[in-house]
């Protein structure tokens, strides 16, 4: 089965802290997603990183960054949280290659809270 | 650009009962269409999704969704519903050359006892 992990299930930072939200993989795929999840909104593509070090802006990829320096690590940096930055972060990974290269698998999210 | 629609913020169905959860889409190309669920303070899990083949695709927990090219639609249905099919659903669509997903606002379902 495939396992991807975020390194926190709930966060409460304050406006202005720099925030880093991880993500791990275990199946080698190739491509990592990070996304944000707010009520009547769906989810929102923030950055997506198609190999490593290699990484495209999403919709809505103002206020974030990311890293990926490692195949299996992605991680999500908000230089200077806010308070519009409240959300739910789901991170997703996808394989390019071999069986399944279809679906995308995500992690179990990360609550953040900026207060 | 590619959209979903999810038309119905809520479904509520009595355990037993047929369950549908509607989605329509619209992109550039052949349609490659996913279903996916969200239990509380949970990630997002597969449930089913169609790229080719037939336009009935079965999938997990008893799950299954028609996929309609004429009505751009990829209605999720389940026969008989479970009070623990109680969650969020999101139907998801991408182009066959994309890499990005574009995903629908979500339906709550709520199958009571």
């Known amino acids: 089965d495939v396992k991807v992990t975020q390194s926190s299930r709930y966060l409460v930072k304050r406006t202005g802290e720099k925030v880093f939200l991880e993500c791990v993989q275990d199946m080698d795929h190739e491509n990592m997603f990070w996304y944000r999840q707010d009520p009547g909104l769906g989810l929102r593509l923030i950055y997506f990183s198609y190999d490593v070090k290699m990484k495209e802006k999403g919709d809505i990829p103002e206020g974030y960054s990311v890293s990926r320096e490692k195949k299996e690590r992605f991680s999500l940096i908000l230089e200077s949280a806010s308070t519009n930055q409240t959300s739910m972060y789901l991170c997703a990974s996808r394989r390019t290659s071999g069986r399944d290269t279809d679906t995308q698998y995500f992690g179990p999210g990360t609550r953040l809270t900026v207060l | 650009a590619q959209s979903v629609a999810q038309p119905e913020d809520q479904v509520n169905v009595a355990e037993g009962n047929p369950l549908t959860v509607k989605c329509t889409y619209s992109?550039?190309?052949?349609?490659?269409l996913f279903w996916y669920v969200q239990y509380p303070n949970r990630g997002l899990q597969f449930l089913l999704k169609?790229?080719?083949?037939?336009?009935l695709v079965k999938g997990s927990y008893g799950f299954e969704a028609e996929f309609n090219k004429s009505q751009t639609s990829f209605h999720l249905k389940k026969p008989s519903a479970l009070v623990s099919d109680s969650a969020l659903y999101f139907c998801?669509?991408?182009?066959?050359?994309?890499?990005?997903?574009?995903f629908g606002a979500g339906t709550t379902v709520t199958v009571r006892a």
């Open positions: 169609y790229i080719t083949g037939d336009n």
């Open positions: 992109v550039s190309g052949n349609p490659y």
């Open positions: 998801a669509v991408r182009g066959p050359l994309d890499y990005k997903l574009s």
